[in-house]
């Protein structure tokens, strides 16, 4: 059993009412230095664990599309075929899109990952991870599927995809992260979105011409990776040898 499925309804009320609190304002001293504690604990927890996993993709999109969706089915393309190149798929963990891209990945023997949240309702972990982690501060969870990553692809998806469509875009766009590439597919799903950025935000000065160039719509998967490994091979030198070697007595196993 997961840990969502067996948390009570006590336990997700404990849970809602600490997230309200840390929303409220300042709270006394101590409760600041604990919940700082707890912050960063769960980062390191999320280094630990994620620190081999190897060159990453991470693949955004909706909860909510089930496998009988062409969405559904083009994100498993995806995933298989980010795999067949030796990438880590990466997603949220969460079932819909985030689980066809773990499937894909998984199906054809690539290591597929997700970075859960615990939500008190929905996002249960799907069943094609390799390797599963949950987190309770979303910003968390975001920093781990950015941080591990050379290129980001985004399907359709809702508030939670957008959410990181556009995090991701404002660090590439302040020099945060340096030119990783940013993919959107689901053409149709997306068009209205990109007329707006080139129509409305390019032309009013929001952005410039070149923020939005760094966004790139596609629905050929093969595309896609082919882009993907492009800029990661020779951008940023990727190669499939461990950047860093595990140390037996920081209990890092094979």
């Known amino acids: 059993m997961t840990h969502l499925e067996i948390e009570s309804p006590e336990v997700r009320k404990k849970q809602e ?22 912050i960063f604990f769960e980062l390191l927890r999320g280094f630990r664990r994620l620190h081999f996993i190897g060159p990453a993709v991470t693949v955004f999109g909706s909860a909510r599309y089930t496998e009988e969706h062409p969405y559904y089915k083009l994100t498993q393309q995806l995933g298989e075929a980010l795999s ?49 982690m949950e987190f ?43 030119g990783f590439p940013i993919f959107l597919m689901g053409e149709e799903y997306w068009a209205p979105l990109i007329k707006f950025i080139r129509e409305d935000m390019v032309d009013k000065g929001t952005i410039s011409p070149g923020d939005a160039d760094r966004i790139v719509v596609s629905d050929s998967p093969e595309f896609v ?28 196993r094979g």
């Open 17 to 38: 009412r600490k997230e309200r609190l840390f929303l409220s304002g300042p709270q006394s001293r101590r409760k600041e230095l604990f919940r700082a504690f707890k």
């Open 225 to 252: 990776v082919k882009k993907i490994k492009e800029a990661a091979v020779g951008q940023f030198g990727l190669t499939h040898e461990p950047p860093v070697k595990r140390r037996w007595y920081l209990l890092e």
């Open 136 to 178: 309770h501060h979303f910003f968390v969870r975001k920093l781990m599927l950015a941080k591990y990553s050379y290129a980001f692809v985004a399907m359709p998806g809702g508030f939670g995809t957008l959410d990181e469509l556009f995090e991701v875009a404002t660090l590439v766009q302040t020099g945060k992260v340096k």
């Open 84 to 132: 067949r190149e030796g990438f880590t798929v990466m997603t949220g963990g969460g079932p819909g899109l985030m689980e066809a891209a773990n499937r894909g990945a998984k199906d054809h023997g690539g290591l597929s990952v997700g970075c859960n949240i615990v939500l008190p309702m929905e996002q249960q972990p799907n069943p094609y991870l390799d390797l599963f």
